[in-house]
């Protein structure tokens, strides 16, 4: 399978999971068939940074993509509700937004392996310390939501830390195998970070289960934009669906 094929798989596994969420909550197996969604999205955000050709084109897209998502979330609040407070459900800010946090780690960690690759040994050990003093400031700031989120705050970024470092673990190794192993390892503690919360995480695990088949391919460059969109109007159409019912 190339990557345009394993991109469909985690449309339709998103779909089924925001079906279950929103429309029908009962229906718990649509939830677990939602897990493979996010891990293989954080796959290949973490080997676009290190394949794209225009890094601030890259890192833009994902975030003005998810500034854009967020709007129409505070605007349907707003309808709903007539205000926003911090127990707002917008506050709690998507996915695209996680990932975009990630992704100054992943351009990080490939200047790393570049320079250490070159030998140039001051470059390496600079390049670490911005990395780590930039996931230490990660963690302090999850850290610190997460606590107002127990104050009844609804401010924090969809699968927190989780979703900001696991497309790190498909940016530090070029080689599949490695790549693949790490990513996995990866997978596993976010299982182990969100099995309390929700018990049906360990279906997340399916997704490294998939990649065993990735060919490394991209597929056609034609569906690219085709899954830019497909997250805000799969969610807007949801969103219709279940403010009409």
């Given amino acids: 399978m190339n990557r345009n094929h394993l991109k469909i798989i985690a449309c339709i596994s998103m779909l089924v999971d925001h079906i279950g969420?929103?429309?029908f909550p009962q229906i718990q197996v649509l939830r677990w068939i939602g897990r493979i969604a996010f891990p293989l999205f954080a796959f290949f955000i973490g080997e676009g940074c290190?394949?794209?050709?225009?890094?601030?084109k890259y890192h833009l897209s994902v975030f003005l993509l998810g500034v854009g998502c967020q709007t129409v979330y505070i605007i349907e609040d707003l309808i709903r509700?007539?205000?926003?407070?911090?127990?707002?459900d917008c506050l709690f800010l998507n996915i695209l937004l996680t990932f975009s946090l990630g992704i100054f780690a992943c351009f990080t960690m490939c200047d790393i392996s570049?320079?250490?690759h070159k030998?140039?040994?001051?470059?390496?050990i600079a390049g670490s310390v911005i990395l780590t003093v930039y996931i230490l400031s990660l963690f302090a700031m999850c850290t610190l939501l997460w606590f107002f989120r127990k104050q009844g705050d609804s401010l924090y970024f969809d699968y927190g830390i989780c979703g900001m470092l696991l497309p790190l673990s498909a940016a530090v190794y070029r080689d599949r195998k490695l790549k693949l192993m790490l990513f996995t390892l990866g997978v596993l503690i976010y299982c182990l970070v969100f099995t309390y919360s929700m018990p049906y995480v360990w279906f997340s695990l399916l997704s490294p289960v998939l990649?065993?088949?990735?060919?490394?391919?991209s597929g056609s460059k034609k569906l690219k934009y085709l899954f830019y969109i497909f997250y805000p109007a799969h969610l807007g159409i949801i969103y219709l669906i279940d403010f009409i019912i």
Wanted: proline share 0%; aromatic share 20%.
């Fill in 21 to 23: 969420y929103f429309l």
């Fill in 50 to 56: 290190v394949y794209t050709s225009s890094r601030k």
């Fill in 81 to 88: 509700n007539g205000r926003i407070t911090f127990s707002s």
């Fill in 114 to 116: 570049e320079a250490y």
């Fill in 119 to 124: 030998g140039e040994r001051k470059t390496v």
């Fill in 211 to 217: 990649l065993l088949f990735y060919n490394g391919k």
